[in-house]
């Protein structure tokens, strides 16, 4: 009965939801355990694209139950519109999804607030998503924030939302000149989307704990990415929960001891999105062919994302925090265009050889990568689905990847698809 976590092994947009479509298939439920619709999961299944924000990619999958745990924060809108773009498809949902009551729900003013700080620039200007990520989470840690359990009760709804917004109006108005919202409106909008929202609101934790009981296969799936972890993240450029693996135990309610594997996704290179230290940022025309190869803009706010080499010290802290046990490599294929290759073997700082990413993570924003260089395979490798049939030089560099990593890379991802995938690598 194993309970498995996927989790991104860099600063997100590793490709988590195809690794998490690809696995569901032998998991009976899979559950989301942070973030919110901050997230950008794109999965192609038959040619058809889905972009998922808070709806676990396993709802693809006919007959999973999807879990959206406490650790996430929901936007009901954004939440509203995924359950549109899934029914178009053909995907029912009814059944399928359950949220959890103690999931806090992410209200306009979390969106505005969340803008006006951006729009406030300067140093600590973050490079959010604006999908009111901070706020929420900031509401609910200073206990004034409006669980989905508070929807059934009319007062108690009442009571907060009057409340919060009496003390964010304030900070609209008088720190950020920006117009206040009228409580009549949120409550009224609050109140709209209670009839769709609430029959999918219901015990998630006994759903998950009883799964393990019955010996059920139970996937977590992680959004964003290690680096972006609010504690163990490049703070405070990171997002506002534990993206890490223990994050699942906290945002699921499930027992650490219960977990039997951690699968960390990385990209074959590296990406980023938003401000912060990236050591090994491409700013020249190389980084200009990954982004296009790869098409690197997200998926949540189409912004470009900012490419660069592959980061060994990344990669290895990724596998300890995490406690890693195998990685999907993902997005090899970009690579085929490339004459040479680098990866980033440790930093220089100060005149000091750095091999791991430590508390002080400051010092990567002065961190100069060692580079350790390949040849190119010059050939493609999209949509090969057998280790064995990749050029020698991509296996080299999968090798080295895996050396550096210190974790068995099982899976290679070389397209978008479902079928362009390459399972079961056996440990050499
Ligand atoms: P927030 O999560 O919207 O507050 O944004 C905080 C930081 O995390 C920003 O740098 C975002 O670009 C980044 N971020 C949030 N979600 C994702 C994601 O799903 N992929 C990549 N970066 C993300």
Redesign the pocket.
């Known amino acids: 009965m194993p309970v498995n976590i996927i989790v991104g092994m860099q ?3 590793e490709g988590k939801g195809k690794i998490v479509d690809i696995l569901s298939e032998h998991h009976e439920i899979i559950a989301r355990y942070q ?1 919110g619709a ?3 999961h794109t999965v192609v299944v038959n040619g058809m694209k889905f972009v998922l924000h808070l709806i676990p990619s396993g709802i693809l999958r006919e007959g999973k139950v999807c879990v959206i745990g406490s650790g996430v924060v929901v936007d009901p809108q954004s939440l509203f519109a995924e359950m549109d773009q899934l029914e178009k498809g053909g995907i029912k949902i009814g059944g399928r999804l359950l949220i959890s009551p103690r999931a806090h729900c992410i209200l306009p003013v979390h969106k505005s607030l ?1 803008k006006a700080h951006e729009a406030r620039g300067g140093q600590r200007k ?6 009111g ?2 706020p929420s989470y900031a509401d609910k840690t200073a206990r004034v924030g409006i669980p989905m359990f508070f929807l059934s009760d009319e007062k108690k709804l009442e009571s907060a939302a009057n409340s919060l917004l009496a003390v964010k109006n304030s900070l609209l108005s008088d720190f950020y000149s920006q117009d206040k919202l009228d409580p009549a409106t949120l409550l009224k909008e609050i109140k709209s989307f209670i009839p769709r929202l609430l029959p999918f609101v219901g015990d998630t934790r006994s759903v998950l704990a009883d799964g393990m009981r019955d010996g059920k296969n139970i996937l977590c799936e992680g ?3 290690t680096m ?1 972890d609010l504690d163990h993240g490049t703070y405070p ?4 929960s534990y993206t890490v693996s223990g994050g699942a135990c906290v945002g699921l309610g499930i027992p650490p001891g219960k977990i039997d594997k951690v699968i960390g996704v990385a990209k074959a290179y590296t990406t ?5 230290p990236f050591p090994t940022e491409l700013l020249d025309g190389v980084g200009a062919k990954i982004q296009e190869e790869g098409n690197e803009f ?1 998926a ?1 706010t189409g912004r470009p994302r900012r490419c660069g080499w592959f980061d060994g010290p990344v990669a290895r802290y990724a596998v300890e925090i995490n406690g890693i046990d195998e990685i999907a490599l993902t997005k090899l294929d970009v690579l085929d265009v490339l004459d040479k290759l680098c990866v980033c073997t440790a930093y220089k700082v100060d005149g000091k050889t750095v091999e791991r990413i430590r508390d002080d993570v400051s010092i990567l924003e002065r961190a100069t990568p060692v580079y350790k260089e390949f040849d190119g395979w010059n050939t493609k490798t999209a949509g090969i689905t057998e280790f064995s049939k990749l050029p020698d030089k991509a296996k080299r560099y999968i090798g080295f990847l895996q050396e550096q990593a210190g974790a068995h890379i099982s899976i290679v991802s070389t397209g978008q698809g479902r079928e362009s995938t390459i399972t079961g690598i056996p440990r050499s």
């Open positions: 600063w997100g947009d973030g901050n997230a950008g969340d973050i490079g959010t998503t604006g999908k990520i901070g959004a964003q990415g972006l450029y990171v997002t506002s980023r999105v938003g401000e912060g997200g949540t």
